[in-house]
């Protein structure tokens, strides 16, 4: 038990798409997206060490930073009601703030946030960008008082050590492990805990060329893994309907929910890289699901509000 949070072992499914028995391609997904609700797949590997540390410090507030449909946010309001902390979200885009009860409505992510407890501080975009700043931290602390800081994300050294026991010694047999990449935590604690004879790829969610930088502070090696950058779909948020009309027949054939933001990615460049002929026949790869389905409905409707195909929930 941790947290007073009893997790589920994530099991392996195996996928059967008919690329897949075309190229002797083996295809499973590590469905760490069933460990919770709101606390799932990476967000619980990232905040278990965090608030480990938290507790050790005596500390009783989490404060963090995130967007208004951050899966991060969601994840640590319901973690610090499971574990018995205050919480404190510094959210980008002060406007949010001008009719919070008509954005708590349409938002379900702060919401759910809100739900859990968790206070809300909306900032401009402008002052949101200096947000690791020590004068912004220092002001943070004269208004909040003593708090347990968790970066945007979630990824610092105690979120890698979390996520580096995501493989266990079940997936040895596996020649590549996947992952979808926001802030770089997951895929470093992968790279960290990989077999020799294993490849690590990510697959990034956002565009620009800082994530290798990220990831190199928190790794061990540097000669087993590499970033596939053509499927981010243009940008942090971006997608296409050709992107939710994938995550729906992918559900369709094999039951598992994809989110557009970062598991529907990394499933359509995995897909395309099979069908590219990109892995040698016989490989057998391991994708991570990450969680992050609660921003489905966020996403559908905005969907919803363009007239345009809904994600199957």
């Known amino acids: 038990m ?16 008919p690329v897949l028995k075309e190229k002797g391609i083996e295809l499973w997904i590590k469905r760490e997206d069933t460990i919770h609700s709101f606390v799932s797949g990476n967000k619980f590997r ?13 500390k009783d507030t ?3 930073f995130g967007g208004a449909f951050s899966n991060h946010i969601a994840a640590t309001a319901a973690a610090g009601k499971i574990a018995g902390f205050k919480t404190i979200g510094i959210i980008r885009g002060d406007e949010l703030e001008k009719n919070l009860e008509a954005t708590l409505a349409q938002n379900t992510t702060l919401r759910h946030a ?38 945007e994300g979630g990824t610092n050294s105690l979120a890698v050590k979390g996520c580096e026991e995501i493989i266990t010694s079940e997936d040895e047999k596996f020649d590549y492990i996947c992952c979808a990449v926001g802030t770089g935590g997951t895929i ?17 969610a956002l565009k620009g060329d800082f994530l290798t930088a990220e990831i190199q502070q928190f790794v061990k090696r540097n000669d087993n893994w590499r970033l596939q950058t053509e499927f981010h779909f243009d940008g942090y948020a971006k997608y296409t309907s050709e992107l939710i ?3 729906n027949e992918f559900k369709e054939q094999t039951t598992v929910p994809l989110d557009p933001i970062y598991t529907g990615k990394m499933m359509f460049g995995i897909v395309k890289m099979i069908e590219n002929n ?3 026949s016989g490989s ?10 609660q921003g489905i409905e966020g996403v559908n409707q905005k969907l919803k509000n363009k007239n345009q195909e809904l994600i199957h929930v």
């Open 284 to 293: 057998k790869i391991l994708a991570i699901h990450t969680g992050g389905l």
């Open 46 to 58: 990232k905040l278990k060490y965090n608030i480990a540390a938290a507790k050790k410090e005596n």
């Open 114 to 151: 809100s739900e859990n407890g968790m206070h809300f501080k909306f900032v401009s975009r402008e002052t949101y960008r200096s947000k690791t700043s020590e004068e912004f931290i220092t002001q943070l602390q004269k208004e909040f008082g003593d708090f347990y800081l968790v970066p």
């Open 188 to 204: 470093s604690g992968l790279i960290n805990s990989a077999e020799n004879h294993q490849q690590i790829i990510g697959f990034p």
């Open 278 to 280: 990109q892995f040698k």
């Open 2 to 17: 941790l947290f007073q949070l009893e997790i589920p072992k994530p099991i392996n499914q195996q996928i059967q798409l």
């Open 245 to 247: 009309r994938f995550i």
């Open 62 to 64: 989490l404060l963090t």
